[in-house]
């Protein structure tokens, strides 16, 4: 089994953690089906649990100036885990988001932006939370104002980007975060 995260990449990730402290008043994530500290709700549960298993909308105010791409990363932390030590398991990795661009609709009818691979690593997109039952896990919806685009990545959706591709890509580029925590 190979390591989560190796040394490099667990630097590009507290880089880019530390970075978030400069973010711009006003930058604000939101979801109009999901309250920050929230249960998420019902309708976006997993198929499994009765829900759609669809991505949530979300939208964004205040884009800082300087902005030129936005990125979402959606992850939790697994019992057994670490943050700043592993790698969490990604929920939905999305990239080349245009800088003009206030929200994305529930199930991103629109195609907004590139994916990553999915929590599995089994196809891109969207991975809707379906926790154990009995167990309640805390997720964590990060929109990233970038002041360059992420060119290392490529400019479609792609199962071969994971966390660590992501957050390498991301690396020295942003300029404000904002993000939104739910249970499920």
């Not at 939101?30 to 019902?42: D, F, H, K, Q, T």
């Not at 943050?83 to 991103?108: K, M």
């Not at 997109?125 to 360059?148: F, V």
């Amino acid at each position: 089994m190979k390591p989560l995260l190796t040394k490099s990449a667990m630097a590009v990730v507290c880089a880019t953690l530390a970075t978030a402290g400069m973010a711009q008043d006003g930058f604000m994530l939101s979801s109009p089906e999901i309250v920050n500290g929230g249960a998420l709700p019902a309708e976006l549960k997993c198929s499994r649990d009765g829900g759609d298993g669809v991505s949530p909308p979300l939208s964004w105010t205040a884009v800082p100036d300087g902005t030129q791409s936005l990125a979402v990363i959606m992850h939790h932390y697994p019992r057994g885990t670490v943050e700043g030590r592993d790698a969490p398991s990604h929920y939905w990795l999305l990239w080349n988001i245009p800088a003009d661009t206030f929200s994305i609709e529930r199930g991103n009818p629109l195609s907004i932006g590139d994916e990553g691979s999915d929590k599995d690593q089994r196809r891109t997109g969207y991975t809707p939370p379906c926790s154990p039952r009995g167990a309640q896990h805390e997720y964590t919806i990060t929109l990233h104002a970038l002041d360059a685009p992420l060119d290392s990545l490529p400019q479609h959706d792609d199962i071969a980007v994971d966390w660590e591709a992501m957050t390498q890509a991301m690396d020295g580029k942003i300029i404000a975060e904002s993000q939104i925590t739910f249970t499920n």
